[in-house]
């Protein structure tokens, strides 16, 4: 009678994790792997992109002409899935200042993001220039979870950052600040912003395959 059960426990959690996996994802406007587009066709159409197992969307610029931006799909470090932005934001006599935004969801998966990372090629020459791109970072939709910059300036660079996010979510919605100052035969500039994604598996998944293991091996255990 208790293998019997065993077996059901094990079956019924079996069950569970392909009734998750198998969920039917709805369909998006564009699917997008690998190569370049105008971010006017994306703030135009409303079309959204799907890199691995993020779809980004929503996108929208400000300070800029989106025709003068494509985006592309990125992988870094090995399975952390983005998109990268690029363009030619500079500065030589004054300052641009640019607002890209976008949302990211992870679709065709049950990962969850637990972490956003940032970087980007900007370049000072000079002694009275920035280039920078600061990025705020939100949970349900309007939410602010957090910020990061990366900058290059006279003094210094951090070109790169990181955010975890805790508890990892299944959404996340940002808006980069992408600014460029220079000033007395100084240079600034900006070709290309990177991000991507960090991810861990939804807790409820993790459990039921738990679940399922410790009963085919409890199963075994007891069999003669």
Excluded at 70 to 79: A, F, K, L, P
Aim: charged share 10%; aromatic share 10%.
């Amino acid at each position: 009678m208790r293998v019997k059960s065993i077996m059901w426990v094990a079956a019924v959690a079996l069950m569970c994790v392909v009734s998750i996996l198998c969920v039917p994802r709805p369909v998006v406007a564009q699917v997008f792997v690998g190569s370049s587009v105008s971010l006017a066709t994306l703030t135009n159409s409303g079309a959204d992109l799907i890199i691995g197992d993020k779809e980004f969307s929503h996108f929208s610029i400000s300070g800029y002409e989106a025709g003068s931006i494509s985006v592309q799909g990125i992988i870094e470090n090995g399975n952390d899935y983005g998109i990268q932005f690029q363009g030619g934001f500079f500065s030589m006599h004054g300052s641009m200042d640019v607002i890209l935004s976008y949302e990211v969801d992870v679709t065709n998966s049950e990962n969850l993001i637990s972490a956003a990372n940032l970087s980007f090629n900007g370049f000072e020459f000079g002694s009275n220039g920035v280039a920078e791109v600061t990025e705020s970072v939100y949970t349900n939709m309007t939410d602010l979870y957090g910020d990061m910059t990366v900058y290059a300036s006279p003094g210094s660079n951090v070109l790169a950052a990181t955010l975890p996010i805790n508890p990892p979510q299944p959404q996340l919605n940002l808006d980069k600040d992408v600014f460029t100052y220079a000033i007395n035969l100084s240079f600034a500039s900006i070709s290309t912003i990177n991000q991507s994604y960090e991810q861990v598996p939804e807790p409820s998944t993790v459990a039921l395959v738990g679940m399922s293991l410790v009963g085919a091996w409890a199963l075994r255990r007891r069999r003669p």
